[in-house]
T-cell receptor, first 116, second 112 residues
Framework: DADVTQTPRNRITKTGKRIMLECSQT?????MYWYRQDPGLGLRLIYY???????NKGEISDGYSVSRQAQAKFSLSLESAIPNQTALYFC???????????????FGAGSRLTVL | GQSLEQPSEVTAVEGAIVQINCTYQ??????LSWYQQHDGGAPTFLSY????GLEETGRFSSFLSRSDSYGYLLLQELQMKDSASYFC?????????????FGRGTSLIVHP
């Protein structure tokens, strides 16, 4: 099984619908992130969380919300999806401060979302 | 503000050496990472440089010059499987806060 699992892998929805993308990890990492990828724009940070009680906005948080239900689970919600939220979404994890691989992100396989 | 610049596309032939450059302008700097992403796949970590100089890992090397706000990824003995996108990412928060900012990526095309 993958260390970082994202569901669903693909989703097509309509404008105005609520969508939730889920991420779970078995790496035991404290830190979790949601990135969005658009062609030619690289990876842009939506939200990140350093532990269960910590939620922080990233560069492009408008229109999104997150929930850190447990150390291993971090979900991303689009309350009312719009077409320009069509993108590939990645969840990532990293260890806490000072640990091995502290400066390494481990990514999930991605969730491709299409909003019609 | 923060900005990272890398070429959008680089082409090379199998067996050659290619260098992908990354220049950055950030309010703080604590390290430069490189990630590889094959088409439609997850980005995977390649290297991290916090100090000036060259770090070598097999066929891949990464270089950093903090005074020039510049780094590069060097790929030697190119193979077809190296065709992918390569992203540089800056760590611009101090202490334990690893919140990388990514560049737009360089598409490397390796020809036979």
């Amino acid at each position: 099984d993958a260390d970082v699992t994202q569901t669903p892998r693909n989703r097509i929805t309509k404008t105005g619908k609520r969508i939730m993308l889920e991420c779970s990890q078995t790496k035991g990492h404290d830190r979790m992130y949601w990135y969005r990828q658009d062609p030619g724009l690289g990876l842009r940070l939506i939200y990140y969380s350093f532990d269960v009680k910590d939620i922080n906005k990233g560069e492009i948080s408008d229109g999104y919300s997150v929930s850190r239900q447990a150390q291993a689970k971090f979900s991303l919600s689009l309350e009312s999806a719009i077409p320009n939220q069509t993108a590939l979404y990645f969840c990532a994890t990293s260890p806490g401060q000072g640990g091995p691989g502290a400066n390494v992100l481990t990514f999930g396989a991605g969730s491709r979302l299409t909003v019609l | 503000g923060q900005s990272l610049e890398q070429p959008s596309e680089v082409t090379a032939v199998e067996g050659a050496i290619v260098q992908i450059n990354c220049t950055y302008q950030t309010s703080g700097f604590y390290g430069l990472s490189w990630y590889q992403q094959h088409d439609g796949g997850a980005p995977t970590f390649l290297s991290y440089n916090a100090l000036d100089g060259l770090e070598e890992t097999g066929r891949f090397s990464s270089f950093l010059s903090r005074s020039d706000s510049y780094g590069y990824l060097l790929l030697q003995e190119l193979q077809m499987k190296d065709s992918a996108s390569y992203f540089c990412a800056v760590r611009d928060h101090p202490g334990g806060s690893y919140i990388p900012t990514f560049g737009r990526g360089t598409s490397l095309i390796v020809h036979p």
